[in-house]
């Protein structure tokens, strides 16, 4: 169910910019796409979430392409505790209205 | 961000019993209320959805005579995993999201629920 494709892992230095790249190419007009992280053990964090323009907020900044089949999270200054699983997740149409169906992921890993 | 409390946060049965994991949304009125499993090394698979006063809503696959969801008030949501077995054994983890009216768009997590069953 899920709709969105990532990278299974990346390595960034810590005080860069991390790009994670997500593909959403099958994506609808009115679905969003949202991106949360989980670090080990923990329940998932929202990050930020975006239709058509670009967000951004305290945490991240999130690039959605004009023709919106794929995006880019990115956080501006990684840190080591930045280290995660991030998931990007097209919003999807349920019974009770929308739901959240995870993907795989992409395992970010922060590097000093 | 809102905050969602799940209790408890760890939990050790034997296999046949059954255990309740709840879910409450501590500063606002969750109208729907997600459940979710996670095997290690996995991402999360979503097992129901239920809206406040309602029956919930399974996955393909998810036994609904086995876990039992109740979500009886805005704010309180639990799952009854029944005659646990060692297979039962996972992290179980739920998300609340508001009313279309609240202007909250997404929800939020838990923190989870790592069940062992022996």
């Known amino acids: 169910d899920a709709k969105t494709t990532q990278p299974t892992s990346m390595d960034c230095a810590e005080g860069r910019a991390a790009n994670l790249p997500c593909n959403h190419s099958t994506i609808s007009g009115n679905e969003y796409v949202y991106w949360y992280r989980q670090i080990h053990s923990q329940g998932p964090q929202y990050i930020i979430h975006?239709?058509?323009n670009n967000e951004t907020n305290e945490m991240a900044s999130l690039i959605i392409t004009e023709d919106r089949k794929s995006s880019t999270l990115i956080l501006p200054h990684a840190t080591l505790r930045d280290t995660a699983v991030y998931y990007c997740i097209v919003r999807v149409k349920g019974e009770y209205g929308n739901k959240l169906v995870f993907g795989a992921g992409t395992i970010l890993r922060v590097k000093s | 961000g809102a905050v969602v409390s799940q209790h408890p946060s760890r939990v050790i049965c034997k296999s046949g019993t059954s255990v309740k994991i709840e879910c409450r949304s501590l500063d606002f009125q969750a109208t729907t209320m997600f459940w979710y499993r996670q095997f290690p090394k996995q991402s999360l698979m979503l097992m129901a959805t239920s809206n406040e006063g309602s029956k919930a809503t399974y996955e393909q696959g998810v036994e609904k005579d086995k876990f039992l969801i109740n979500h009886a008030s805005l704010t309180l949501s639990t799952l009854t995993v029944t005659s646990a077995h060692p297979e039962d054994s996972s992290f179980y983890i739920c998300s609340a999201r508001a009313g279309a009216h609240s202007g909250f768009t997404e929800a939020f997590f838990g923190q989870g629920t790592r069940l062992t069953v022996v």
């Open positions: 975006g239709l058509k």
